[in-house]
């Protein structure tokens, strides 16, 4: 894994490639997403600088588009879905659950870096209402009371 100052200088790569280009915000934030993980204020900064561009616009395009984060993200992102079906099915009960059992809220990651929650719109599939996704696995049909259980099989 490479050290943060290698990061920084690939960081630097991307955005001497893309300087001048109209339109270079994205595709450096993007590759700086492949670097990091996320993009803290200090990589927008470095972005904004190296492009002549405000800070602002970096942020605002950041913040604009779900694909970017300003957090470093967990190991297991999990998503509950919030959408129709699996609200009227009780995702909030779930979402409520997690919530209690990691001690944070959803858009937080917990403190040893393992979980991130996320709260989202339809998965897809709203048959197995309500669920939730952990990195690819799809959970369904799901009960606050099968939380715990779930999450234990990530944290071994």
Do not use: W
């Not at 395009?61 to 009780?90: N, R």
């Amino acid at each position: 894994m490479p050290d943060n100052k290698e990061k920084y200088a690939k960081l630097q790569e991307v955005i001497e490639k893309h300087k001048g280009e109209r339109g270079a915000v994205m595709p450096c934030l993007q590759e700086a997403m492949n670097i990091f993980g996320y993009v803290p204020q200090d990589v927008q900064e470095m972005i904004a600088d190296g492009l002549g561009t405000t800070l602002s616009e970096v942020y605002g395009v950041s913040t604009f588009y779900s694909q970017f984060s300003l957090k470093p993200k967990g190991k297991h992102v999990i998503g509950v879905c919030l959408g129709t079906a699996c609200y009227v099915k009780g995702s909030q009960k779930i979402i409520e659950k997690l919530s209690e059992e990691l001690k944070i809220q959803p858009g937080d990651t917990t403190d040893d870096g393992l979980f991130t929650l996320n709260a989202t719109r339809c998965l897809g599939a709203c048959g197995l209402a309500p669920v939730m996704m952990i990195g690819e696995e799809v959970y369904g049909r799901l009960t606050p009371d099968q939380v715990p259980g779930i999450l234990e099989t990530y944290r071994a």
